[in-house]
C-alpha cells in the first residue's frame, strides 16, 4: 500500500448543564477554557451551545485513539472548570433551537443571512471522518464507489432518536434535519474530477455558492484537506463507537482502493437507490433492513454489518484496526447510542435522564484529568 490513507475525525458536542441537562450557549467560554491544552483543535459553530474538536492527521487508527481520548478528556476538564458538560449525541433530547445563540462572525451571518430559518433551526451534531486520497481521479472514484457504504456507516451511529422532547419514532432525526439544507444527500456519481471541478465552478459562477464547502454531502472531497470527508453519521456517544466507525471509514475506502488498482472495481448505484437505504438507516437503524440491489432482496442491517467486516477483513490487519473495525460487533450486540437512549427514556419516563445518561456515556472508557492538571495547563500557557 504505496499511499497512506491518514485519518482525522472531527466532533460536534452538545455544551450542557451537568445538572439540568439544558444546553447552555457557552462555547467562547469553554473554548478560552480549553485553549492552552487544545489549540486550534477546538472551534465554535453556528450556535453557540454547539462546540467542535477535531483531531490531528493520524497515521494510523492507533494514534486516531489517542487523540480521540485526549481530545474528550481535554474537553470535559474545560467544561468542568467553568461549570459545564459535554454530551455526544446527534440532537439533544428536548432543546428547541428558538433559544440558542448564533455564534458572531460573517461566515455565520452570511449563511443565516442566505438560509434564514433552515440555519437557525440546525441544531444538530455530526461526526465527520477524513481519509487521505492519493491523487483527485481516485478521489472521484472512490467517491461513486463508496457512497454504497453510507447507510450502512450511518446505521452504526445513530443517536437522535429524540427532538424537542419527543421520540420521533426515528433512530437518526437529525439526518432528516440537515435534509432541508441545499446541496446535502448522497452525491451523484462523476465521471472525472474535472467533471465534478465543472460542477463546483459553475455553482460559483452563477452565486450558487461563494466556495466548495458549501457542498454538504454526506460524502465529500474536501476543498482544501485533499480527503473524502465521510459526514452521514450522527455523533456517536461512546468514543469506541467513533473509533470504529473512523476505522470503518478508512477500511472501506483502502478496501475500494485495492480494487481499483487490481482493475475490478466495484458496482456503482445511482443515487435514489442508495437514499432508499439511507431512508432506512434513519427510520431503523440497525434494527432494519437495507436493501441489496444486487440480490434484489431486503437484508437485516445485522447481517450486512457482518458482511461489512468480511469485506474489509484482507486489509484490517495491515491498517492495524483490526480490532476497532471488530467493535461493530459490540454495537450490534448493545445497541447503537439512538438504542440506549430510548431504553433510558422507556425505563424512567424522564427525558432529563437521557442528557444525564448522554453525559456519562460520553465520557465512558475516557481517562478523565485530574482537575488540577487542567489549571495548571491553563496556567503555565
Request: net charge negative; aromatic share 8%; glycine share 6%.
Amino acid at each position: 500500500m504505496a499511499h497512506r490513507f491518514t485519518i482525522g475525525v472531527e466532533e460536534e458536542h452538545q455544551i450542557v448543564d451537568p445538572v439540568t441537562g439544558e444546553l447552555r450557549s457557552h462555547v467562547s467560554e469553554l473554548i478560552a477554557a480549553s485553549a492552552p491544552s487544545l489549540g486550534d483543535q477546538i472551534k465554535q459553530e453556528m450556535h453557540q451551545s454547539i462546540v467542535e474538536v477535531g483531531t490531528n492527521i493520524c497515521a494510523d487508527v492507533k494514534e486516531l485513539r489517542a487523540e480521540m481520548m485526549r481530545m474528550r478528556a481535554e474537553l470535559s476538564a474545560a467544561a468542568s472548570s467553568v461549570g459545564l458538560a459535554i454530551a455526544a449525541a446527534g440532537t439533544h433530547p428536548f432543546a428547541d433551537w428558538k433559544d440558542q445563540v448564533i455564534s458572531p462572525g460573517e461566515r455565520y451571518q452570511n449563511i443565516v443571512e442566505e438560509l434564514q430559518q433552515l440555519a437557525r433551526s440546525l441544531l444538530i451534531f455530526g461526526l465527520h471522518v477524513h481519509v487521505a486520497m492519493p491523487d483527485r481521479a481516485t478521489t472521484i472514484d472512490l467517491m461513486n464507489m463508496a457512497r454504497y457504504f453510507l447507510p450502512h456507516l450511518l446505521a452504526i451511529s445513530t443517536s437522535s432518536p429524540f427532538c424537542l422532547g419527543r421520540d420521533t419514532g426515528l433512530k437518526s432525526y437529525r439526518t432528516t434535519i440537515f435534509r432541508r439544507f441545499p446541496r446535502t444527500g448522497i452525491p451523484d456519481t462523476y465521471g472525472s474530477w474535472s467533471e465534478y471541478e465543472n460542477y463546483v465552478n459553475l455553482l460559483i459562477e452563477l452565486r450558487c455558492m461563494d466556495n466548495a464547502k458549501k457542498i454538504w454531502w454526506d460524502l465529500r472531497p474536501h476543498p482544501y484537506f485533499g480527503t473524502l470527508e465521510f459526514r452521514i453519521c450522527d455523533v456517536p456517544t461512546r468514543v469506541e463507537d467513533t473509533i470504529c466507525i473512523a476505522a470503518l471509514c478508512q477500511a472501506i475506502l483502502v478496501k475500494l482502493h485495492k480494487l481499483y488498482k487490481q482493475n475490478q472495481g466495484f458496482r456503482v448505484y445511482h443515487r435514489s437507490l442508495i437514499e432508499e437505504n439511507k431512508w432506512r438507516a434513519v427510520r431503523w437503524g440497525i434494527e432494519g433492513k437495507l436493501i441489496d440491489f444486487g440480490k434484489r432482496k431486503e437484508v437485516p442491517m445485522r447481517e450486512l454489518a457482518l458482511e461489512l467486516l468480511d469485506f474489509v477483513d484482507d486489509v484490517v490487519d495491515d491498517l492495524g484496526s483490526r480490532q476497532a473495525v471488530e467493535h461493530v460487533l459490540t454495537i450490534l450486540r448493545e445497541g447503537t447510542s439512538a438504542e440506549r437512549q430510548l431504553a433510558v427514556f422507556k425505563q424512567t419516563g424522564d427525558i432529563k435522564a437521557v442528557v444525564q445518561h448522554l453525559i456519562r456515556e460520553t465520557m465512558e472508557g475516557v481517562e478523565p484529568l485530574a482537575p488540577q492538571h487542567h489549571r495548571a495547563q491553563r496556567t503555565i500557557a
